[in-house]
């Protein structure tokens, strides 16, 4: 086995001329069709429309022109960003073969730097679920262990980054999905800042909490995607139109005195073994010239049950426009009303359709102050709790999960304990700041451990700074772990 | 503290799958109420809080007066759009019998 | 209306915003084109598609909340939410507790003050066809459903329940739509449903009695529909009342053929939109200076159009109460400036008003086009007694057909030279002679004679001569 190239040395590579895309990307084709059937991380592997991505990319190294920052670097793409005539599933059988009309801005922007898109993968259906298994067609397994989940939404992604399908993927993270598969998959996931990264062509699932961001095997590699795919877009009015924080120039600048939050509340009630190697990262960016100490958000413990208010809230809405009209699944009935309802219960699994409902009942007449009302207030503490805590430190750090991967099974049967493995990555969204998982470590079995560290609002460049020295100085085995070709 | 709403019922879940145009199986009723319930009973901590005088955020990001010019651009391809649809007419989206009008 | 009752209603009116595109994309905002033309992953509601503030649909809106004496205000955007075909997400982005217009007013012509609720930015739905012989809902197998109106910008004006009978609801409807015409925010096309309008009606025992139960009437596509769907659902009420049972709160809808109203749902069967702030989207916050700027480019309201003709007429005399309704058809036609302009160039008032309000409103299009220097031009002539009443109507005739033109021109061409002094002096002098009784009591002082002798010049000159004309050469010899 060797370590799969990353995504900085293929693309420098290609554009030198040393290397030709098509050769990366045939290496990597080689790779998916080697391991893809046990892993199931992809619901559509682009292949003939990769070719010519590539052969693009070679024709303009020869014709002389720049390429763009990832030229030749394969990704891959979560099946809810849109592909302009390349089915969009959401790992749905409502838009099953759905062929979206546009591309998603990222997807634009990751072409014009000259990535090839390799497909599109698997994901729990519209993003709702923690382990990969609520998709419709069939659960991705984690390649560190095909009997354990690979974390979720975006475990597709994060499967396709570890297994070395591609040096980068792009995923969605509402409350975790991006960070919790990461560190479950042994890769780099980060969520940016809310607003710093377009949603234009991301299929909602929560509109005010859902931002794309990059999985890497590398804090450079993220970084790299990141700069890519950030800044303001028009077709977004979420988007912040101010300078996106140029993160790939700072990644050697260190942490030389920086404080370094270690958050209790993250350390309560995770595995020892993950509580250990979220000490040890600390240790290492103390020993790298952080000042380190413990901090407490206290608010953070009622994130969980505000973000199961909110997201639900929003998805039910967001998902109403699945009623069989204009795209996607019908299913025929004699009226509207009976023809939406058909379609509706026939093309939405279970999960969709529990997530529906709490969000309909919690906006429903009667309980919306109770519910939704309450929990818009209790993420203004959260964001006050941050911002106390950021008044003493540059970054928070604690684990990204309580757990590292879990059984296929383990959760499926019992709703509030998968919600529970978000526990430490949605108060993050909740407040809009960007967070960072790093593979640090495994544990006795040999699954990957991450350490999630978080800053403030727009804090993109102190965040990858603090994630270069954990990665560095993670055990062997781990930071650069995972991809074999 | 405040008291929380009253547990969710079957009947309630029933009404909500309307809201939603989901058909529920008495069977999926029966676990989805039980399972709401759960869902519910953890969020009585923020349902049972005291936060008057707290602002609600809706958006994390503060950002006021996004606007675009009022300058056309080209829509899509009409043929393109009708294609995806399940079913159409007279260059039309069909659906079936409408039971009344806009609510 | 019936005796003993009193009416209050309250309208809602739906005003499509003349803009170039849509409310939240770049779609073209056009009606009558081709179906699914105008459409895009926005207005479509497609998977991953994000709404984007139209900039010159919230500066319409705040001429609008200028116009009516809004308060323009920090607004945003929930979601409504319900199924329905033709709401492509199936929810309806629109502005609920916080509008960006409350707390105005609109003056009627005859001084009465409506109170404004609210006026706010929401999208339009699509439009639905249904399959069957009657095109109505009921009985149609099928519907077919064109995504072109889908996000089109409107503004929902709500009144306060101030107004009392069918003629003032009509007027406040022709008002409102005269004042959106008017900010340029509309058309006014209410056969095109540029304009749409909701009323709520109840009645009561007596004007102090707290208000009835009210139903809603919906599909009210003209002022004449409005004021008919008013007189009936009260007559229905009344009745109801009347043989002791209860008025249930409704929506209902106006049958335009039928000349009724029916229910379309009931209160009990009012839906729960679940709404909640649009993520989507962010607040829009107009500071003084924006709304400053928008308040410049609004020219002047009816009713200030209304007020200018009154004050050229001249203060609270009888010859302004006798001229309301001539004042308020020009306005309504738009032909205000052509009597400003007229009586600046010294044309009398009353003159410029009668001939606008009464000949150029007959052809108000043409008047509309017509060049002003060549109706002041006309006008100055008829002061001057250079053509009479009779001639100048028939070269005001011409050039509304033509659009402008030369008005002594067209006189001349017509055989209207005026009369010369002489030839005018030598007519009367002649009618004088002819009738010596009647000259002697004119002589003496009674006015009304003079009648007799304009009488005979007129029909010595088959209607050329001027009638003022007349009358001063009269009095000259009078002395
Ligand atoms: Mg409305
Ligand atoms: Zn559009």
């Not at chain 1, 030749?72 to 809810?80: C, I, R, S």
């Not at chain 3, 049958?255 to 939109?273: I, N, P, Q, V, W």
């Amino acid at each position: 086995m060797t370590a799969a190239p990353t995504a900085t040395e293929v693309a420098s590579a290609v554009r030198s001329g040393t290397v030709r895309a098509a050769t990366v990307l045939e290496g990597h084709l080689a790779a998916i069709d080697a391991a893809e059937a046990g892993i199931h991380a992809f619901n559509l592997v682009t292949r003939e429309q990769a070719r010519s991505d590539a052969a693009a990319v070679d024709a303009a190294v020869d014709a002389g022109h720049d390429p763009g920052l990832l030229a030749g670097v394969p990704v891959a793409l979560k099946d809810n960003l849109c592909t302009r005539g390349v089915p969009t599933t959401c790992s749905s059988a409502i838009l099953a073969g759905w062929r979206p009309p546009y591309d998603a801005t990222v997807v634009t922007r990751l072409r014009r730097a000259g990535a090839v898109v390799v497909g599109k993968t698997n994901m729990d259906e519209f993003a709702m679920g923690s382990s990969t298994e609520t998709s419709a067609t069939g659960p991705t397994r984690n390649p560190h262990d095909l009997d354990r989940v690979p974390g979720g939404s975006s475990g597709g992604s994060a499967a396709a980054v570890a297994a070395g399908f591609a040096p980068i993927a792009l995923g969605s993270d509402t409350g975790g999905s991006i960070r919790q598969p990461a560190a479950l998959c042994g890769v780099v996931g980060m969520k940016p800042t809310y607003g710093t990264v377009s949603r234009y062509g991301l299929v909602a699932f929560a509109s005010s909490l859902d931002q794309v961001g990059p999985f890497a095997r590398s804090v450079a590699d993220a970084a790299l995607c990141f700069d890519v795919i950030g800044g303001h877009d028009e077709a977004d009015s979420t988007s912040l139109n101010r300078p996106t924080p140029r993160v790939l120039s700072v990644l050697d600048d260190g942490v030389e005195g920086m404080t370094v939050g270690v958050l209790a509340e993250f350390l309560d009630g995770a595995d020892p073994v993950v509580v250990a190697r979220a000490r040890a990262a600390a240790e290492a960016l103390a020993a790298a010239g952080a000042r380190v100490e413990e901090v407490s958000v206290p608010e953070v413990a009622l994130a969980l049950s505000a973000y199961y208010l909110i997201a639900p809230a929003e998805a039910s809405s967001n998902l109403a426009r699945y009623d069989g009209v204009r795209f996607g699944l019908r299913v025929d009935a004699d009226d509207t009303v009976a023809m939406n309802t058909a379609t509706r219960s026939a093309g939405f699994g279970a999960e969709v359709k529990r997530r529906v409902m709490l969000g309909t009942y919690a906006l429903s007449a009667g309980y919306m102050d109770a519910y939704y009302g309450k929990a818009l207030r209790v993420r203004t503490l959260i964001i006050e709790g941050f911002a106390r805590a950021y008044q003493r430190c540059d970054v928070l750090l604690g684990p990204t999960t309580p757990t590292t991967a879990f059984p296929l099974g383990a959760k499926v049967g019992d709703p509030l304990s998968m919600y529970l493995s978000d526990v430490c990555t949605i108060p993050t969204n909740l407040a809009g700041h960007p967070a960072i998982s790093v593979p640090f470590g495994t544990d006795d079995a040999g699954l990957p451990v991450g350490v999630q560290l978080l800053a403030p609002a727009l804090a993109e460049s102190t965040l990858f700074r603090a994630a270069a020295v954990v990665e560095a100085a993670a055990p062997d085995g781990s930071g650069r772990g995972g991809g074999t070709t | 503290m405040t008291d929380g709403p009253a547990r969710i019922t079957r009947d309630e879940v029933a009404h909500v799958a309307r809201l939603a145009r989901l058909h529920l199986t008495d069977a999926e009723l029966e676990l989805f109420t039980g399972q709401l319930a759960v869902i519910l009973d953890h969020a009585a901590d923020v349902a049972t809080l005291d936060l008057e005088g707290v602002a609600p955020t809706a958006h994390a990001m503060a950002v006021t007066n996004v606007l675009r010019s009022d300058t056309p651009r080209p829509g899509l391809d009409r043929d393109e759009v009708l294609a995806a649809a399940p079913d159409v007419e007279d260059h039309r989206f069909r659906v079936p019998k409408l039971l009344g009008e806009a609510p | 209306m019936t005796d003993g009752w009193h009416l209050v209603i309250g309208l809602e009116v739906h005003c499509e915003l003349r803009t170039e595109t849509k409310l939240f994309c770049g779609c073209r905002n056009m009606f009558g084109d081709e179906p699914n033309t105008n459409v895009c992953p926005v207005c479509l509601g497609l998977p991953g598609s994000l709404p984007v503030l139209n900039q010159r649909a919230v500066e319409l809106a705040m001429a609008i909340g200028t116009a009516l004496h809004c308060d323009i205000r920090p607004s945003t955007f929930h979601r409504k939410n319900y199924f329905y075909p033709d709401q492509a997400k199936d929810y309806q982005i629109s502005q609920y507790d916080e509008p960006i217009n409350v707390d105005g007013w609109l003056e009627l012509p005859d001084g009465f003050r409506v109170r404004i609720e609210r006026a706010h930015m929401e999208e339009d739905t699509g439009k639905t066809t249904h399959a069957g012989a009657s095109g109505r809902i009921h009985g149609a197998d099928y519907s077919l459903v064109d995504y072109n109106r889908s996000g089109v910008p409107l503004v929902e004006i709500v009144s306060a329940p101030d107004l009392r009978d069918a003629a003032q609801a009509r007027a406040y409807a022709t008002e409102l739509r005269a004042i959106l015409v008017a900010s340029g925010a509309s058309d006014g096309k209410m056969e095109e449903g540029s304009m749409r309008v909701d009323a709520n009606v109840s009645v009561r025992r007596s004007p102090d009695a707290p208000f009835g139960t009210r139903c809603e009437i919906k599909n009210l596509n003209s002022v004449r529909s409005l004021g008919r769907a008013i007189e009936y659902e009260a007559e229905r009420q009344i009745t109801l009342l009347e043989a002791g049972e209860a008025v249930e709160q409704q929506t209902r809808h106006w049958d335009e053929t039928a000349g009724r109203t029916e229910t379309l749902r009931s209160k009990e069967e009012a839906y729960d939109y679940r709404y909640f702030r649009e993520p989507d989207l962010v607040p829009v916050v107009p500071d003084p200076e924006w709304k400053a700027a928008v308040a410049d480019t609004l020219g002047l309201m009816p009713a200030q159009r209304r007020a200018r003709l009154t004050e050229l007429l001249g203060q609270g005399t009888d010859a302004v109460d006798g001229r309301r309704d001539q004042v308020a058809t020009v306005v309504d036609l738009g032909l205000d400036d052509l009597v400003v302009e007229a009586a600046a160039a010294g044309v009398p008032v009353t003159l410029a008003l009668a001939r606008t309000a009464n000949e150029a409103a007959t052809d108000a299009e043409a008047a509309r086009r017509l060049d002003l220097g060549a109706y002041v031009a006309l006008l100055t002539m008829e002061a001057a007694g250079s053509l009479s009443a009779t001639q100048s109507k028939a070269v005001l005739g011409e050039l509304l057909a033509a659009g402008g033109g030369d008005p002594a021109v067209i006189a001349r061409a017509k055989g209207f030279e005026a009369m010369s002094t002489d030839s005018l002096t030598a007519t009367v002098a002649e009618a004088v002679a002819a009738e010596p009784d009647a000259w002697a009591r004119y002589r003496d002082g009674e006015d009304k004679l003079a009648q007799v002798f304009v009488g005979r010049v007129m029909k010595a000159t088959r209607g050329q001569a001027n009638g003022k004309a007349v009358v001063a050469e009269l009095q000259r010899l009078r002395g």
